[in-house]
């Protein structure tokens, strides 16, 4: 997503806030890649006792990644989103959260813009597609969270900043699955708690059931998966802005309205996150294509069965990158793309 810079500065005090002038230098000698202490002590020249523990405490505060492994603890950088932002879940102050919100409003939500497609991913409702559609496992939240050797649950960093200035949704907190070295960093640090897949699933409808769009990691093995609103989620707040939110999402499907069946209760209008429906002179819906992202939140509403959800043709139909290291090299040549 990068770290666009703002009028305002307040990027920098998003940075003071978070840094000390000794950990900022520490930071800027990691690189994304996971390394040992003792690699980062020779680049700095200093004692790796000494940084070891420098690493381990800016882990604890959030600051960077840990992989805590047999033979020792390896660190990297990380971004802003996700990394710097989310990591601070577990002590989000009101002070740090108006700071975030400020910085969202002014510059972050255009780069989130650009990079929303390779960042996260919107699949389907599974009880919106017809039974004789065959979805991919990589479409399937069940199924991504079904292939995990272990689930861990966190509370949604977005919405937790948006009730820290008084501008809360309401739906469900608890609503952030993390998976791999990512949720075992997640455990570590206690910013999330391990559940089992039947948990996992019961929370994946409750989340659904409250109108929240499952984005999973935009790679075939992601290494997280979230369940978002359009009022305080940082990626869906930022494409709602665009007039066309369907250009801006990694989407295989799209909903269509069969009109016959519509009875103009406009229960639609409310569940979508993206302001993709209206109702015409005749008081039934229109589906707005550019609009649609594809998550199927209003058939699963719908009294009349008058919307449904299909893929898109072959021309437009689009594979995830087939891993995470895959997925960060396309988000870089794309934010570098960028005017």
């Known amino acids: 997503m990068g770290f666009p810079a703002t009028e305002s500065g307040i990027e920098l005090k998003i940075l003071k806030h978070l840094f000390s002038e000794t ?106 597609i017809e039974v004789t559609h065959n979805v991919a496992s990589y479409d399937d939240a069940v199924e991504i969270l079904r292939s995990k050797p272990f689930i861990v649950v966190a509370d949604c960093i977005c919405r937790k900043t948006a009730d820290l200035v008084d501008q809360d949704c309401g739906k469900p907190l608890e609503a952030c699955f993390m998976f791999g070295s990512m949720g075992q960093y997640y455990l570590d640090r206690n910013m999330g708690r391990k559940i089992t897949l039947e948990d996992a699933t019961d929370i994946l409808t409750k989340c659904r059931e409250a109108g929240l769009v499952t984005q999973p990691a935009t790679s075939q093995n992601p290494a997280g998966m979230c369940n978002c609103c359009g009022d305080c989620c940082g990626v869906l707040r930022a494409i709602k802005k665009h007039p066309k939110p369907a250009e801006m999402v990694f989407s295989n499907h799209f909903a269509v309205v069969e009109i016959d069946g519509c009875t103009g209760c406009e229960t639609c209008l409310d569940r979508c996150q993206m302001d993709a429906l209206s109702m015409n002179d005749d008081g039934l819906a229109v589906i707005h294509e550019d609009r649609c992202i594809g998550c199927g939140l209003c058939v699963t509403t719908c009294p009349g069965d008058a919307l449904k959800l299909v893929i898109k043709p072959e021309t437009k139909f689009r594979t995830p990158p087939a891993n995470m290291a895959e997925q960060m090299m396309l988000m870089a040549q794309k934010r570098q793309a960028r005017p």
């Open 23 to 128: 950990d900022a230098v520490m930071f800027t000698a990691l690189s994304p890649m996971l390394e040992s202490a003792q690699t980062v002590a020779a680049r700095l020249d200093r004692p790796e006792a000494e940084v070891a523990a420098r690493l381990d405490d800016m882990a604890e505060k959030g600051l960077l990644f840990r992989l805590k492994k047999e033979t020792g603890s390896l660190y990297g950088a990380i971004p802003f989103v996700h990394g710097l932002y989310e990591f601070q879940i577990k002590n989000l102050k009101p002070d740090f959260a108006k700071m975030a919100h400020a910085y969202f409003e002014e510059a972050f939500d255009r780069a989130m813009q650009t990079g929303a497609d390779y960042f996260l991913r919107t699949i389907p409702v599974q009880k919106s």
